[in-house]
């Protein structure tokens, strides 16, 4: 079945820079877009990025734009984000989803998430 | 940019149905998605597209949308709906995702 597993998560001091990856099973890994999601403690869904199939489009949420990156490898089914600069509000734990695909930009599968903690 | 607004709580009885609203300027142009999201879990999609639900979510869950407002329905709660729900579009001008702020869903 479709499988999303985030990993590289822990704790970073602040203005520090921290990896996350995302490995995918279960189906054609170069066939979808993939998200990135956070949700900050006690708080809500947020957006962070996006990639396209084939790593042609980018798009961030305005919060890490210019600090965040995203990128993917379609040889090893893995979406990474890396993230420079950190800030405490950057803390939370980050998902990464399965866009479905076509105009809705619909999340129709979605990693367990890692947890960030962004703190001196 | 493009807002959406989800109030912070609803409560129903058990056997109830539940609404949960989304308003956003002319939301009845663009797909709205629902996710419910329980402790600890990732979010699960339980609408797409205001009203077509995945497979394997119950038919008791159902989604509208109209004007500035879409609604999540779900008919006969129990216990095992209590979440947070949280509605979200595609907003094609800036190509950013956008969520709502979320909805507790509580069953008294």
């Known amino acids: 079945q479709v499988q999303l597993v985030e990993s590289g998560g822990g704790v970073v001091l602040p203005g520090r820079s921290l990896g996350l990856s995302c490995g995918t099973s279960?189906?054609?890994?170069?066939?979808?877009?993939i998200h990135w999601v956070r949700q900050a403690p006690g708080k809500g869904l947020e957006w962070v990025a996006f990639?396209?199939?084939?790593?042609?489009?980018?798009y961030y949420a305005d919060s890490v734009r210019g600090r965040f990156t995203v990128s993917r490898d379609n040889s090893k089914n893995t979406v990474y984000l890396q993230m420079i600069s950190l800030r405490a509000e950057d803390t939370a734990v980050y998902y990464c989803?399965?866009?479905?695909?076509?105009?809705?930009?619909?999340?129709?599968?979605w990693g367990q998430g890692a947890l960030v903690t962004v703190s001196s | 940019s493009y807002v959406l607004t989800q109030a912070p709580s609803v409560s129903v009885a058990p056997g109830q149905t539940a609404r949960i609203t989304c308003g956003g300027y002319n939301i009845r142009t663009k797909s709205v998605h629902w996710y419910q999201q329980k402790p600890g879990q990732a979010p699960v999609l339980v609408v797409y597209?205001?009203?077509d639900r995945p497979s394997g979510i119950p038919e008791r869950f159902s989604g509208s949308n109209s004007g500035n407002t879409a609604t999540l329905t779900i008919s006969r709660v129990g216990a095992g709906d209590e979440a947070d729900y949280y509605c979200?579009?595609?907003?094609?001008?800036?190509?950013?995702?956008?969520f709502g702020g979320g909805t507790k869903l509580t069953v008294l």
């Open positions: 979200q579009v595609w907003d094609t001008i800036s190509n950013h995702v956008i």
């Open positions: 597209d205001d009203s």
């Open positions: 990639i396209s199939y084939d790593g042609s489009n980018e």
């Open positions: 279960g189906f054609i890994f170069s066939d979808y877009a």
């Open positions: 989803a399965r866009d479905y695909g076509g105009d809705s930009g619909r999340f129709d599968s």
